[in-house]
Nanobody, 115 residues
Framework: QVQLVESGGGLVQPGGSLRLSCAASGSIYSLNGMGWYRQAPGKQREFVATITSGVYTHYADSVKGRFTISRDNAKKMVYLQMASLKPEDTAVYYC?????????GGQGTQVTVSS
C-alpha cells in the first residue's frame, strides 16, 4: 500500500521559515512528479510547487522566490523550504506524487503564520 506522509508543519511568525517533508512509502517501482498543494480555511485547494523526476521545478506566483521545492529520489522524499512566510501562507499543506502510474496525496500538515 502506497502512502505519502507529510511532516514539519507548525506555528511560525511572519518572516520566519519552515521546512516541510513528505515521505513516500510502500511498494514503489515508479516515482515521477512530486509536488505540494495547500488549502486555506474557506478557500479551494491551490497549487504551490512541483518538481519532476529530474530537476525541473514550477512554482505558483504567490510563492516564487520564497519557497524552494526539492527531492531525494533515493529516500523517496520531497521537501518544501519556505522562507519569508506571510500570514496568507497559513493553510494545510498537502504532498502529492505520481507513483506507479497513479496520483497519490497525503493527509496534510498545518502551517500557521501568525504573530
Amino acid at each position: 500500500q502506497v502512502q505519502l506522509v507529510e511532516s514539519g508543519g507548525g506555528l511560525v511568525q511572519p518572516g520566519g521559515s519552515l521546512r516541510l517533508s513528505c515521505a513516500a512509502s510502500g511498494s514503489i517501482y515508479s516515482l515521477n512528479g512530486m509536488g505540494w498543494y495547500r488549502q486555506a480555511p474557506g478557500k479551494q485547494r491551490e497549487f504551490v510547487a512541483t518538481i519532476t523526476s529530474g530537476v525541473y521545478t514550477h512554482y505558483a506566483d504567490s510563492v516564487k522566490g520564497r519557497f524552494t521545492i526539492s527531492r531525494d529520489n533515493a529516500k523517496k522524499m520531497v521537501y518544501l523550504q519556505m522562507a519569508s512566510l506571510k500570514p496568507e501562507d497559513t493553510a494545510v499543506y498537502y504532498c502529492s506524487a505520481d507513483i506507479n502510474g497513479l496520483h497519490y496525496g497525503g493527509q496534510g500538515t498545518q502551517v500557521t503564520v501568525s504573530s
